[in-house]
């Protein structure tokens, strides 16, 4: 239906007072996109983290350039966490792919998986967390660390937002008072939202390796 | 959204289409594809008036909380203009308390006034009834937003009384200075503002996330987005700045916030202090200004653009005349706010650039005044040989557009590297933003509550005082800032506590003064306003419903003022856009936009 919509040019030269177009506009539905209004307000939210972390990305590559940067080894235990979000990525894909083909209680025990995994990888995070405070490397000893710390506790922070939603989506799955179209859409979100923050941390990560 | 919908509504368009006329088949009005709206219903007084779901009574919680936040500005403001009008007679005024006076008015003005007011006031109030919505898409988090605004005003306000009391390091709150001893606030007060300010961001977003959604896909039937309100396309694309460029103050907040509680250096470079060499060292004070810069320009429209929504609107309503150039309106809004991105550093002149960044900046700026230009030449038009009524909106307004091209001139100035460089933090710049962000947003506040306060309370305000406060507000903001551009020229810096005996401060003696006296007088009348409000809420004039004849859906509620679920039974089905006003050829004044065409059969289309 809003096909036209979506190129912002022919939106803004449209001639709304001409005959023609009037009878078109008194069509209109009043939606913009094609979109439901929870999958749009997961977009925004995840445009307005992509400024956020974009923006420190900035300010890393601009920091890092002085001469007092050192940085850090990265401990193997970070890459396992790596491994971890990466498998609860895919777990989530196949927990949405189950809702999809309506197989319930496939779903159930993925959803599940995800949430013990997702709990899995913040606690690894402190786990490095509590390596580099024993190795002495707090976030004041050096920018990269000050970063290191930063993207981390932020990375987590979303996750842990997200894990709020996983909570909902998981009690409406395990209820029986929400409609099929309800769980599923609940399901698909938070799995775009895992996605996205999987990628989030592959950029992170990688700008930590590659620096 | 189904398929089988979808291919339903492709073919009634093309049957529509084919027939060409202005009174068509066109009221064969669409299917309704979803189910209305499942709103949360209030029972007890908590749920109805503190933690309420309704955009309305969110509305009026947001712009009662900035209007509270906004006299402590206002009296702020007086602490600094006595001393800088009569330094060395009031005991209560030491340096430290100047700087703290200047940093709080100018963060409160700008962010917890003037954005809370535009977005969360009349964004939460105008966009369900503007765009023909029973409400905001997540009542619940548009609640959140309003309670993070609140506890972040309140952090806020704590950092008055913290030991050290609030920063004084500028509204700018430019490190390293700002988290150093010397600098008022730097041991509590710096830390306050930085989490009052992350827990905005917050609370915005969520806000922010509602408006935009409301609009983009909870509009009634017939509402296409080139037939709402200018108000409407204002306040969205002015969320839309927001959601992109709070990001980097949150940025810069945190980062700020771990240099001075955790001993990081992001943005603190090496530092010898009493001989000393202080831990930090390797940040860049820049980055700083950069990041601040780049959510502080985005923010002077995210400010102006609402207000030249809302001006549009009530110069059209008190004109009885359609926009002049709806659809260049449209574009100037949104071109500018793409523009406002790629402008900041023209605030960093003086911070040492590369020629050629200075250059650029100089140029986009120079760019952005094309649009700018273009809606200023298009509300005088719409006013040119319109039947103006002078009510209280309209005196405002036509104050906006007289103080915004006031202001936009001195701003083609200071865009200009070489003109900006001697005038930069000197009193030019300080009279150049409060004409163009302060008194003309200022002047759109105002005449937007003259206009929209019969439809939140069903009664006038008190025209009598209106106007009092009107020509006091207008001649004395004049009265104030024209003798400030002067100060600016010979010299006189800005954020500077006492000019002691300086030599070219002996004509500026006499003006300081003045602009004291006068800042004094322009700030009493604001609480001859507040007075009114509250008192008319009461015993004010009662209002007729739609007392302006005016066009755009929250006028035409069934219930007037608007109840919760602001539309009845029935959403209301739209056919024109709201200007109206006028049109030849029909029989009434004014068309609202949901009368059908057959109800109006002579009326002729109107061009823009």
Redesign the interface.
């Known amino acids: 239906m809003s096909k036209k919509e979506l190129n912002i040019f022919k939106l803004l030269s449209q001639k709304p007072w001409e005959a023609s177009q009037s009878a078109i506009d008194n069509q209109h539905d009043g939606k913009t996109l094609d979109l439901s209004k929870a999958k749009l307000g997961v977009r925004t939210i995840m445009v307005v983290s992509t400024v956020i972390f974009s923006l420190f990305v900035v300010s890393y590559s601009d920091r890092m350039l002085v001469h007092d940067w050192r940085s850090l080894s990265e401990p193997w235990l970070l890459w396992i966490n790596t491994a971890i979000l990466i498998f609860t990525s895919f777990v989530f894909h196949k927990a949405k792919i189950y809702s999809d083909k309506n197989e319930f209680e496939k779903t159930k025990n993925a959803i599940l998986l995800v949430g013990f995994l997702s709990f899995a990888f913040i606690t690894g995070q402190l786990l490095v967390w509590q390596y580099y405070v024993n190795l002495g490397q707090y976030a004041s000893t050096n920018p990269a660390n000050a970063f290191f710390y930063l993207f981390t506790a932020l990375h987590g922070l979303h996750l842990l937002g997200g894990l709020f939603f996983w909570g909902r989506a998981t009690t409406k799955l395990f209820t029986k008072n929400y409609s099929i179209s309800k769980i599923k859409q609940a399901i698909e979100l938070c799995a775009i939202y895992w996605h996205f923050l999987l990628i989030v941390w592959f950029v992170l990560f990688g700008l930590m390796i590659a620096t | ?1 189904t398929d089988e919908y ?1 291919n339903e ?2 073919e ?2 093309a049957t ?2 084919s ?4 009174t ?1 088949p ?5 299917a ?2 979803a189910p209305d709206q499942e709103l949360y219903h209030a029972k007890s007084f908590w749920t109805k008036w503190v933690f309420c779901q309704d955009a309305k009574v969110i509305g009026i919680q947001y712009a009662l909380t900035a209007t509270a936040i906004g006299f402590i500005g206002l009296i702020l403001s007086w602490g600094m203009r006595l001393q800088l009008g009569f330094p060395e007679t009031f005991s209560f005024l030491g340096p430290a308390t100047y700087y703290q006076s200047v940093t709080m008015h100018g963060m409160i003005m700008v962010i917890y006034l003037l954005t809370a007011l535009f977005l969360g006031g009349f964004g939460n109030y105008l966009i369900p009834l503007m ?2 919505a029973r409400d905001m ?2 009542p619940y988090v548009n609640m959140v937003s309003f309670w993070m605004f609140l506890i972040a005003v309140l952090v806020l306000i704590a950092s008055f009384f913290v030991p050290g009391g609030p920063t004084g390091a500028g509204w700018t709150l430019y490190p390293p200075q700002a988290i150093l001893p010397g600098t008022p606030g730097s041991e509590m007060g710096i830390v306050l503002m930085l989490v009052s300010l992350s827990l905005f961001v917050i609370g915005f ?1 969520m806000g922010g ?1 509602n408006y ?2 409301t609009i ?12 709402m309100p200018l108000t409407i396309w204002g306040i969205f694309t002015a969320t839309v700045l927001a ?2 460029a709070f ?2 103050l ?2 810069a907040c ?2 700020m916030t ?1 240099d001075n509680l ?5 943005f603190m470079p090496e530092i010898f202090t009493m001989g000393e060499k202080l ?1 930090y ?4 004070p820049i ?1 700083f200004q950069h ?1 601040f810069w ?1 959510f502080g320009h985005p923010e002077v429209y995210i400010v102006a653009l609402p207000a030249f929504g809302i001006v549009s609107d009530l110069i059209s309503v008190h004109a009885r005349k359609n926009v002049f150039g ?2 260049m309106m ?2 100037a809004i ?1 071109i500018i706010g793409a523009l406002s991105f790629i402008v900041w550093a023209h605030h960093m002149y003086v911070s040492g650039m590369n020629p050629w960044f200075g250059f650029f900046f100089a140029t986009t700026t120079l760019i952005i005044a094309v649009p700018t230009a273009i809606k200023v030449y298009n509300w005088v038009l719409t006013l040119w040989r319109g039947n103006i009524h002078l009510t209280i909106p309209m005196l405002f307004s036509l104050g906006f557009i007289v103080t915004f091209v006031n202001g936009g001139i001195t701003g083609l100035f200071l865009g200009n590297v070489i003109i900006d460089v001697p005038l930069s933090d000197t009193y030019f710049v300080v009279a150049h933003f409060h004409m163009v962000m302060g008194i003309a947003p200022l002047m759109v506040v105002f005449g937007a509550i003259y206009h929209w306060y019969p439809l939140i309370t069903g009664r006038h305000l008190n025209q009598t005082l209106g106007k009092i406060h009107f020509w006091v507000t207008f001649v004395g903001a004049y009265a104030i800032y024209f003798p400030m551009h002067y100060l600016g020229f010979i010299g006189v810096p800005r954020r500077y506590f006492e000019m002691y005996d300086s030599p070219y401060m002996t004509s500026g003696v006499g003006l300081n003064q003045f602009i004291t006296v006068a800042a004094l007088i322009v700030g009493f009348t604001q609480f001859l306003f507040l007075y009114n409000i509250f008192t008319s809420w009461y015993k004010g004039e009662k209002s007729e419903r739609n007392p302006w004849k005016a066009n755009s859906l929250e006028w035409h509620t069934p219930d007037y003022p608007p109840t919760h679920g602001n539309f009845g039974k029935e959403l209301p089905v739209v ?3 709201p200007y109206d006003f006028s049109v030849p050829g029909s029989d009434k004044e004014y068309i609202p936009q949901h009368v059908a ?1 057959s109800e109006v059969p002579t009326a002729k ?4």
């Open positions: 959204m979808r509504k492709i009634t368009k529509d289409s027939s060409g006329s202005y068509p066109a009221e064969t009005i669409p309704k594809e765009v023909g898409v997540f977003t996330l935009v959604i983009l896909q909870a509009r009634t039937r017939g509402m296409t987005l080139m037939r959601l992109l990001p980097a949150f940025v945190i980062m771990l955790l001993g990081t250096s992001f831990e060292g390797g940040g860049s980055l990041l780049f709806y659809r449209v574009w949104v056919y024109r856009w065409p289309a109107e061009q823009t």
